[in-house]
């Protein structure tokens, strides 16, 4: 159960929920899965919140870790759902992975990507030459992993991209640790290290973090080699948001489901957070993920606890 010492500053909200912001807050950054929804199904006066927090001109923010999808979808699936967001107002990080590709990279450069098929098309769209693995033999014999017998010249990739990949292969894999191996100066990159993706059931699936261990785990294949984490708890994503819109951190609140990306994130943007208990984190789990995260308890501590969103019961606060 959520302990209440824990807790700070939640006096300040009466018991409808996030409506009741401080009125210094101007720009609220929302996460999707969790917060606003679960699979294909909204949560309980999310559309209404929506609706509130534009009247009283508050600037909101969608972010996701999510790479996998257009941004041009998210809109569309808000649009069934009765929230009304313009697509600028929409980030993800495979959006930001493509913002970070271009400043650092020069067109017709050669990338390796583990990804969806609308993520790798994105990053060629973008200008880029994306490796294309085929598995037409998923499961090739031990020739193929034989020095010299990759289809592919380590030395002349700039990039190795890691993201969600439903259709991933050991081939993909090997390829990557590779590169990777035999390139010390390309770029190595993931989207996000979130390990679960939740479900509207409960049966949460495992996300991209599950798939990047595969690889950062073999440390005698892939060496010690630093990566950079493009979606949160890292501040890449706010970074965009708070140059492209002008934000003040002291006027912007950021709300999520989990401690150690959402809360973290917020905590490393210097911007005060909202947990909410309606996805993976949740009344009965709080105090076994503090004991997960022990040694780092005071950066994933939010700024404000509600058990959901928008009010659905009469005790929503947890009071001090």
């Not at 969806?116 to 598995?135: K, T």
């Not at 998923?138 to 289809?151: F, I, R």
């Not at 990739?157 to 259709?167: E, G, N, R, Y």
């Not at 100066?185 to 989207?191: F, H, P, Q, S």
């Amino acid at each position: 159960m959520v302990r209440n010492h824990l807790i700070t500053s939640l006096e300040i909200f009466k018991s409808s929920g996030l409506t009741d912001i401080p009125k210094t807050t101007r720009c609220n950054i929302l996460k999707t899965v969790g917060v606003l929804w679960r699979a294909d199904s909204c949560l309980e006066g999310v559309p209404e919140l929506f609706q509130k927090l534009k009247n009283e001109k508050k600037n909101v923010f969608i972010i996701s870790n999510n790479a996998t999808k257009d941004i041009q979808k998210y809109v569309v699936k808000c649009n069934k759902m009765n929230i009304t967001i313009d697509k600028n107002y929409i980030i993800s990080s495979g959006f930001i992975t493509r913002k970070y590709l271009l400043s650092n990279l020069k067109l017709k450069d050669k990338v390796y990507v583990i990804g969806s098929e609308f993520f790798m098309q994105s990053i060629q769209s973008d200008g880029f030459d994306v490796i294309n693995i085929i598995d037409e033999n998923p499961l090739p014999d031990e020739s193929y992993y034989v020095e010299g017998k990759y289809a592919i010249d380590a030395s002349s990739v700039f990039a190795v991209i890691i993201s969600l990949d439903l259709a991933l292969t050991y081939k993909k894999i090997a390829t990557a640790c590779y590169i990777i191996k035999n390139n010390a100066n390309c770029l190595y990159i993931v989207t996000n290290t979130d390990t679960s993706f939740p479900m509207s059931n409960g049966n949460d699936l495992p996300g991209a973090g599950s798939l990047f261990a595969s690889i950062k785990e073999n440390i005698n294949i892939c060496g010690d080699k630093p990566y950079i984490e493009i979606g949160k708890p890292y501040t890449h994503m706010f970074e965009y948001v708070y140059e492209q819109f002008n934000l003040k951190n002291s006027r912007v609140l950021m709300v999520g489901d989990r401690l150690e990306t959402d809360i973290l994130f917020a905590n490393n943007c210097k911007i005060d957070s909202l947990l909410v208990l309606t996805g993976i984190t949740n009344e009965t789990n709080y105090d076994s993920i503090l004991k997960k995260y022990k040694d780092k308890q005071k950066d994933i501590k939010p700024t404000y606890i509600l058990k959901s969103l928008v009010k659905t019961e009469k005790k929503n606060i947890l009071n001090l």
